[in-house]
């Protein structure tokens, strides 16, 4: 006849849990050239999590994770919070050009090239153009411009 046994088959040693955080493998972009580029390179440098990221941002972790591995680039809405978090305008063109300092103005204030046609009240095309230093403006419309770039 078996008695019944209270003893338990295995005996804890103790509740102690450690966790240690998966280090990130990713390398750190060589050179920065695209704007996925610039926010995972000052991201690693600095060590900020990515919840913090994309609280400041105000974007998901997959929209952030999508702008780092390139898979797509942010909207033009998201430029001012981006420029703030790193600190610095990120944007290859050059800036002496009334093109660099219209896309400038606009990657500042978030406008798309639409928007942008919208407030010198002329058409997107010509803002293309503009930018693209393929055609200059008229010669009053190109004083225009750069007084509001230049002051806004």
């Known amino acids: 006849m078996a008695h019944a046994c209270n003893i338990p088959l295995a005996i804890p040693f103790s509740e102690l ?4 955080p998966i280090p990130d493998k990713r390398l750190f972009p060589e050179t920065a050239q695209t704007i996925g580029d610039h926010i995972k390179s000052h991201r690693l440098k600095n060590n900020i999590p990515i919840k913090t ?15 780092e591995l390139n898979l797509f ?25 009334l093109g660099g300092k219209i896309k400038k103005y606009r990657y500042l204030n978030g406008l798309t090239q639409r928007q942008f046609a919208e407030l010198m009240h002329t058409d997107v095309t010509a803002v293309w ?23 806004g």
């Open 73 to 97: 680039q942010p909207f033009v809405k998201h430029y001012p919070k981006i420029i703030q978090l790193l600190g610095y305008y990120p944007f290859p063109k050059e800036l002496n050009t």
């Open 53 to 67: 990221i994309i609280e400041q941002l105000g974007i998901n972790r997959d929209t952030l994770r999508g702008w």
């Open 129 to 151: 153009f503009w930018e693209a230093d393929k055609r200059l403006p008229l010669p009053l419309t190109k004083e225009a411009i750069e007084r509001f770039v230049c002051t």
């Open 17 to 20: 849990t450690n966790s240690v």
